[in-house]
Nanobody, 127 residues
Framework: VQLQASGGGLVQEGGSLRLSCTVS????????MGWFRQAPGTEREFVAA??????????HYGDSVKGRFTISRDNAKSTVYLQMNSLNPEDTAVYFC???????????????????WGQGTLVTVSS
């Protein structure tokens, strides 16, 4: 299973970006997909996830991005998106996508629950 993240770049404060992560291999529709980020000198932070559960999906967000970021998925394209609005300099980080199967609700925010990771894409927000 391989994950390819894209869409990062430089944006001014208040601007928007959309990240994409395309998965090859495995059965995409069964994966819980997550986005994490890591800024220099900080620990990895949970951003958002769209969790597979039974016949549907649920979305989950980190407190710092709730109301500004939206995660979505297109199973036909094996792709998960992260729409980021109202960006501020504190959002500057390398963003990683991750995939995992059978992730329980209480673990969706923990990177250790995910099986596969993309290479990361850098988002820089200037003030």
């Amino acid at each position: 299973v391989q994950l390819q993240a894209s869409g990062g770049g430089l944006v001014q404060e208040g601007g928007s970006l959309r990240l994409s992560c395309t998965v090859s291999g495995g059965t995409f529709s069964r994966y819980t997909m997550g986005w994490f980020r890591q800024a220099p000198g900080t620990e990895r932070e949970f951003v958002a996830a769209v969790r597979h559960s039974g016949g549907g999906y649920s979305t989950h967000y980190g407190d710092s991005v709730k109301g500004r970021f939206t995660i979505s998925r297109d199973n036909a394209k094996s792709t998960v998106y992260l729409q980021m609005n109202s960006l501020n300099p504190e959002d500057t980080a390398v963003y990683f996508c991750a995939a995992g199967q059978r992730i329980i609700l209480s673990s969706v925010r923990y990177g250790s629950a995910y099986d596969y990771w993309g290479q990361g894409t850098l988002v820089t927000v200037s003030s």
